[in-house]
């Protein structure tokens, strides 16, 4: 298990592809999927320096927060609310340039400017995660991040599914 993150490079891309290593071998030869997930959130919010960064999990009909790293967050989200509960019902990532024209957003925080929502499906092919990213900068996210993060999220899949990565 790594014990500290170097991440390397210029350009978000090089950050990401620096980074998505480094949180396999995190991972890797740990079962427990809280633990990992908590490793995870912190490798992005402190690896790309984000805002903040955090795992929703859907339980009895809603989404409730998991780990995550940044200031005190929303706990649950019902399905259709807000930006990550869109996400759920749309089973679709979602990148928000601008949190306040969003409609329905649900301010955690007042210093969220733009997000980016992935969400992540168990092997029966239901959303049971949502990963959240939110920046205090707006248009912070663009495809680069959503191409690195529907990756990360597949490892996060198979560490829940149990399935080989």
Known sequence: MAESLAVT?????????????????????????I??????????RYGMDFFWVGAYLVKN????????????????IR??????????EQEKTIIVPDVDAFPGHIACSSASRSEIVVPGFSQD??????????????????????VHLEQLMRRIEHLQNGAPA
């Open 9 to 33: 490079g210029s350009t978000k891309a090089e950050r990401y592809a620096s980074l998505l290593p480094q949180i396999h071998a995190l991972t890797e030869g740990e079962p427990d999927f």
């Open 125 to 146: 092919g239901e959303v049971f995660i949502v990963l959240d990213v939110d920046s205090d900068r707006l248009n912070d996210f663009d495809e680069t991040d959503r």
């Open 79 to 88: 399905k259709g609310k807000g930006v990550c509960g869109t996400c759920w």
């Open 35 to 44: 633990a990992n997930l908590s490793n995870i959130m912190s490798a992005l």
């Open 61 to 76: 009909g809603e989404l409730v927060l998991g780990p995550f790293q940044g200031p005190p967050a929303c706990t649950r």
